[in-house]
């Protein structure tokens, strides 16, 4: 398999950035869900499972507080106008934020009619400690686009279930494929560029594939990854 598109998503659940080529660090990519947005009046961090307009919105990086470009094209990172935006008080925080990261996850796939919620990772505002970085394959999208999943690594082919517990070297990063990754309401979600909402994305992921879709890796090694890199498999 070789990798087709890489991308980063600088504000969790905000679109991201496609990149030809990304550093590896212990983090996972450089810059990914290095910040994200959370309301200051519940305290939950806000993600596109509960807040599904945050999708229409994109990320990018600027190496050091990100640019939030709105559906109208205003670029801001102001979080008065954030919050004007979302409808709520929020606040743009860093990946160094030490006070709670709790998000909710509907508890019902179907009617989404209880919200449960949970605790994300430390560091990057990933919702797993065990993946830093999700690779997925063209094989397993099948006819779904790839942006539903917004995985790091796409890669063509398929097999990236059989590489679970495997270590694997992308460009000079070496990764520890860890487990599948979770799916949750999130997939089913509209996105700009014709992504329409579709809740028989997450119904056939449970009944199909247990659930998962992709796999989570945890760096090994850093280095550099670039698109066309072949996956080479320990």
């Not at 950035?17 to 550093?23: G, M, Q, S, Y």
Request: glycine share 14%; charged share 25%; hydrophobic share 35%.
């Amino acid at each position: 398999m070789r990798v087709i598109e890489l991308w980063r998503y600088p504000v969790k659940s905000l679109q991201g950035e496609r990149c030809t080529a990304v550093d590896v660090g212990p983090e996972g990519f450089a810059g990914d869900r290095a910040w994200a947005l959370f309301d200051t009046g519940t305290g939950f961090g806000l993600t596109a499972r509960r807040v599904p307009d945050l999708l229409f919105a994109a990320a990018r990086s600027t190496g050091g507080r990100p640019e939030v470009v709105l559906p109208d094209g205003t670029v801001t990172d102001d979080d008065a106008v954030l919050s004007a935006w979302t409808g709520r008080s929020v606040e743009l925080r860093p990946a160094s934020y030490t006070g709670p990261r709790t998000y909710e996850n509907p508890a019902d796939v179907d009617t989404e009619s209880r919200w449960n919620p949970f605790s994300g990772a430390d560091g990057a505002f990933h919702d797993n400690a065990t993946a830093r970085v999700t690779l997925l394959s063209t094989g397993t999208t099948g006819s779904w686009s790839p942006r539903r999943f917004r995985a790091n690594v796409l890669l063509d082919g398929a097999g990236e279930d059989e590489l679970v517990g495997r270590q694997v070297r992308l460009g000079t990063a070496v990764l520890e494929i860890g487990e599948p990754v979770p799916r949750c309401v999130m997939t089913t979600r509209p996105q700009p560029g014709g992504v329409g909402r579709d809740t028989g994305v997450l119904k056939t992921i449970h009944r199909e594939h247990d659930g998962t879709l992709s796999v989570g890796a945890m760096p090994v090694a850093g280095g550099r990854i670039a698109v066309g890199d072949e996956l080479q498999a320990g």
